[in-house]
């Protein structure tokens, strides 16, 4: 069985229709990421799965549970996906171990001694471990996004929702993230990536979903969609991407 | 100028009397009306349609109108509907509930400035609004109310002097018995405008001591 | 009862409104004028003026609005017999021209240290310059709150109520006592007047607020060229 599942998702904000019948899945364990270009939805696609807002039809089910239904604890449901987000959103009056830490004591219940462990395992596998006493705003945007990538791997998710996790990132920055995010897909999680790091998308991703107008244009393998795409869409967007942020990340 | 200096130490300690109970009535009044205050704004924020209408209309009646009438209302009309208080405890009551309505506002820009993202976050994680409020907006809105609730503060210790008008007996009608009595009213009011500035003072060192303390959290990138 | 006694006191008591009007316009140009000179004084005067001018607004600002009254009234009485209505007006006057002079202070900082030196770059004196280019672009500033301050002092008029001055609420208090009770709707009804005037004023002030507004100007709030 699929861990997640889209089905007919239709989102307007307005006048303006941002997802047209965005139907897909995700197996256990696959990495997939959405490419296309700004304004296309694809945060907003990313903020339906979890219920941050409602789409106006279709349906999505994680690990067989209904999101869409009303009826559904939505917040049982968030606590076992994690989100990471473009401007990392950390808390700022907490230190990066109580980010990480506070999921699991208010939500998940977790004795503060116990969750604490548990937060400096998970800052130690993003290697932050030495900043568990910092506030955000004493950490760069790279380690900042760490901190809330390890926020979100704490509450043990069954999936993990990037959306443009490094694009607020100065250029340097963005390795150590991706490196981080490379080594989760390597370790067997389940992601669904909204990105325009090519890189990252050779090394790890299963398939890549290139989304325009509300639409899903094209799927495919990066071996094939990246060298040989079928669309002429596709070709002018990754084109245009290869342009401005260049080929290849080590 | 050493009668005056002369009158000053005979009178001081009627007059520090007199600032006690207004202490008294200030402490009071802001205690209750940064309560009321608290959730008043909660209430312009996150309530209901009616929850918001109503404090709405709260605040824009006690901003919209005078302290004095306030404080004539609550001392002199609420007998009429056999409420009976007494001159200190009206005075409370009708400068808490003043401070109530401004307050509202300061801690509602106060709530609404800690950034959408957070908020966002935290119920990615699975919070509830209610934690939401109380772990994430809360502890970073309170922080930053402070400079404004401290200049509240220290209005409030000014207007406090509004209630001698129903007889409490504060520095202000202190003032005004010594005067009396004496027939040298300048000196007595001018006796207490030093007090006044005196206590405004120190109360303006303790606040700033506070923000600076408590706010030394930076704000996140 | 009490309410035929209202609708028949209504031009008394709107009487007491003018008053209050009165008082109001009377001290808010002379806080104007002393809060104008207080505040170019602050910024841009030498070290003693500026101390001085600090002084006073500190002590103005400072001291509670009602023992400024009983200053003002007692204090000059000694000298002149000054009507009540005259102690009120300087006393709010001063008061509110050491508010005034905070916004202003405020606003000519607002208009950044950059306009100053140009203006001195093509020969202007200072005098000049501060009345021809820094207060044109501060008086803008100063606007908004300054609209806020004449909102707050029209309800400080009651004020003048200690010591005599026979404005609304000192009407109301004499219908009160010769009527023999009825507090409660009597200063209820002058509550709603005070909510509607204030209600007005505040619609007037944001109407001229927006009249007088320079495009594309309020988005720099601080700062000039620098």
């Not at chain 2, 309170?142 to 209630?163: C, D, G, M, T």
Request: with cysteine; net charge positive.
């Amino acid at each position: 069985m699929c861990l997640l599942k889209v089905e007919d998702v239709y989102k307007s904000y307005g006048d303006f229709m941002v997802l047209r019948g965005i139907s897909f899945q995700l197996e256990k364990g696959e990495i997939k990421v959405i490419i296309g270009p700004s304004g296309t939805g694809k945060s907003t696609l990313l903020r339906c799965l979890n219920g941050l807002t409602s789409p106006d039809k279709g349906k999505i089910w994680i690990d067989g549970v209904e999101v869409t239904d009303p009826k559904t604890n939505i917040n049982k449901i968030r606590s076992n996906i994690g989100f990471v987000f473009q401007s990392f959103n950390l808390f700022a009056h907490l230190t990066a171990l109580d980010n990480v830490c506070i999921g699991l004591v208010k939500v998940k219940g977790m004795k503060k001694s116990e969750a604490r462990l548990l937060a400096m395992e998970e800052l130690r596998r993003v290697g932050l471990e030495d900043k568990a006493g910092a506030y955000p705003a004493e950490l760069s945007g790279g380690q900042q996004q760490r901190v809330s990538i390890a926020r979100a791997l704490a509450m043990n998710p069954k999936l993990i929702l990037f959306d443009e996790p490094t694009s607020a990132l100065d250029p340097e920055l963005i390795g150590e993230v991706l490196n981080v995010m490379i080594d989760l897909a390597k370790g067997g999680m389940t992601m669904l990536v909204v990105s325009h790091e090519i890189g990252f998308c050779r090394a790890v991703a299963d398939e890549i979903l290139f989304l325009d107008e509300g639409k899903i244009i094209e799927k495919g393998h990066p071996s094939v969609l990246l060298t040989n795409p079928s669309y002429k869409r596709t070709k002018e967007f990754l084109h245009k991407i290869i342009e401005l942020y260049g080929e290849e990340r080590d | 100028m050493t009668g005056f200096f002369d009158f000053a130490l005979t009178y001081l300690p009627v007059l520090f009397e007199g600032t006690i109970v207004t202490l008294e009535i200030w402490a009071w009044c802001m205690l209750g009306g940064t309560i009321l205050g608290l959730f008043l704004g909660l209430g312009r924020v996150y309530g209901n349609k009616s929850i918001y209408a109503l404090s709405t209309g709260y605040i824009e009646l006690f901003r919209g109108t005078p302290m004095l009438a306030q404080i004539l209302f609550v001392y002199f009309g609420l007998p009429e509907i056999n409420i009976l208080l007494s001159p200190i405890v009206a005075a409370s009551i009708a400068l808490g509930m003043n401070t109530a309505a401004y307050q509202a506002e300061y801690f509602r820009g106060a709530i609404r400035s800690i950034e959408a993202g957070q908020v966002e976050a935290a119920r990615a994680l699975g919070m509830t609004q209610t934690q939401v409020i109380s772990n994430i907006v809360l502890p970073q809105a309170l922080r930053r109310v402070i400079p404004q609730w401290s200049n509240e503060a220290i209005l409030l210790l000014k207007y406090s002097s509004i209630a001698f008008v129903i007889g409490v007996p504060e520095l202000m009608a202190r003032a005004q018995m010594i005067g009396y009595s004496t027939f040298r009213f300048f000196d007595a009011f001018l006796l207490a405008a030093f007090i006044y500035l005196m206590i405004t003072s120190i109360l303006a060192q303790c606040l700033h001591m506070l923000d600076k303390r408590v706010s030394v959290l930076p704000r996140a990138g | 009862m009490i309410y035929l006694t209202l609708l028949k006191e209504l031009p008394y008591l709107l009487e007491g409104v003018l008053v209050a009007l009165e008082l109001l316009l009377a001290f808010m140009s002379l806080g104007f004028i002393i809060g104008m000179v207080l505040s170019v004084t602050e910024v841009y005067g030498n070290r003693w003026s500026s101390t001085l001018a600090f002084m006073i607004e500190r002590f103005f600002r400072g001291v509670p609005a009602i023992v400024l009254i009983f200053l003002f009234y007692y204090g000059l009485s000694d000298i002149y017999n000054i009507s009540p209505f005259a102690a009120a007006t300087l006393a709010l006057g001063f008061r509110t021209g050491a508010y005034q002079s905070q916004i202003f202070k405020g606003a000519i900082q607002a208009v950044g240290p950059g306009q100053m030196m140009a203006a001195r770059a093509i020969g202007m004196g200072k005098i000049q310059a501060i009345w021809s280019i820094i207060l044109p672009q501060a008086l803008r500033f100063g606007i908004g709150p300054w609209s806020n301050e004449f909102a707050s002092e029209l309800k400080d008029t009651s004020l003048a109520y200690t010591i005599g001055v026979v404005e609304l609420l000192r009407r109301a208090k004499y219908i009160v006592s010769y009527t023999y009770g009825n507090a409660l709707i009597v200063y209820g009804f002058c509550a709603i007047l005070y909510l509607i005037l204030v209600r007005l004023g505040n619609t007037v002030l944001y109407r001229i607020e927006k009249k007088l507004q320079i495009p594309g100007f309020e988005t720099r709030k601080e700062g000039g060229l620098g």
